[in-house]
C-alpha cells in the first residue's frame, strides 16, 4: 500500500492533483483544505496517502499532514461514510472546526455541509467522540501560498461539494459583487460557502 508520495506538482484542481514520481503520474483526491495549501505547478510536494483498494480500483487520497490524514481514516470508518462523503466533510470544516463541532454536539454546524443532513450529523457526533478524543487539535492553518484561481474553478468546487449549479453561481455573483478579489481561489469559495450555508 502506498503511504507517502513525494514528487513534483503537475497540476491540480479542488478535487484531485497529479504528482510526477520518477517520472510516473499519480492521481491523489484532495480536500479543499489541502487543495488551498498546494504550491504553485512545477513544485516540490509531499502528501500523506490513504489508499483505497476495491476490486479493480485503486484510488489514492492525499493529506499534508499526519492529523488530516488520521482523520479521513476515521471518518471513513464511520458506517455509511465513504472516502467521497470523508472529502466532501474534511472540505466544508477546517480540523479544528470539525473537532469543535463534535466537543461541542454542534448538530446545526455539521448539517451546514453538502449531503449531511441531521441525522447523519447526530450519528457522525455520536460516534466520532470516542474516535477523536485523541487527536490533538492544531490552529487553522493559514494558506502557505497565494493560489490563484478563476471563477470556473471557484464554480466546479462548489458543485462538487453538492451544491446545485444555479445556487453556485448566484453565490459566486454575490461574492464578485461585493468584492474586487475575483481573481484569488479560496476567497471565492469561501466566501460563497458563507453565503449558501
Known amino acids: 500500500m502506498i503511504a507517502y508520495l513525494k514528487g513534483v506538482l503537475i497540476s491540480k484542481s479542488p478535487i484531485s492533483v497529479t504528482v510526477d514520481v520518477n517520472g510516473v503520474g499519480y492521481e491523489v483526491f484532495v480536500p479543499l483544505s489541502t487543495f488551498y495549501e498546494l504550491p504553485d505547478t512545477g513544485n516540490s510536494i509531499s502528501f500523506r496517502i490513504h489508499t483505497q483498494h476495491k476490486e479493480d480500483t485503486l484510488k489514492l487520497f492525499g493529506f499534508l499532514t499526519e492529523e488530516d490524514k488520521k482523520i479521513f481514516e476515521i471518518l471513513i470508518s464511520i458506517n455509511k461514510v465513504g472516502p467521497k462523503m470523508a472529502l466532501t466533510i474534511?472540505?466544508?470544516?477546517?480540523?479544528?472546526?470539525?473537532?469543535?463541532?463534535?466537543?461541542n454536539n454542534d448538530v446545526d454546524r455539521l448539517s451546514t455541509i453538502p449531503g449531511v443532513g441531521r441525522k447523519t450529523s447526530e450519528r457522525l457526533i455520536l460516534e466520532l467522540k470516542d474516535k477523536l478524543k485523541n487527536i490533538e487539535t492544531t490552529e487553522d492553518r493559514t494558506s502557505s501560498s497565494s493560489t490563484n484561481g478563476t471563477m470556473e474553478d471557484a464554480l466546479s468546487a462548489l458543485i462538487n461539494l453538492g451544491y446545485k449549479k444555479p445556487q453556485a453561481e448566484m453565490a459566486l455573483k454575490k461574492v464578485t459583487s461585493d468584492s474586487d478579489s475575483t481573481t484569488d481561489l479560496e476567497y471565492l469559495i469561501k466566501a460563497s460557502l458563507n453565503i449558501l450555508s
Open 90 to 103: 474534511l472540505s466544508g470544516m477546517s480540523t479544528s472546526a470539525l473537532l469543535n463541532a463534535v466537543n
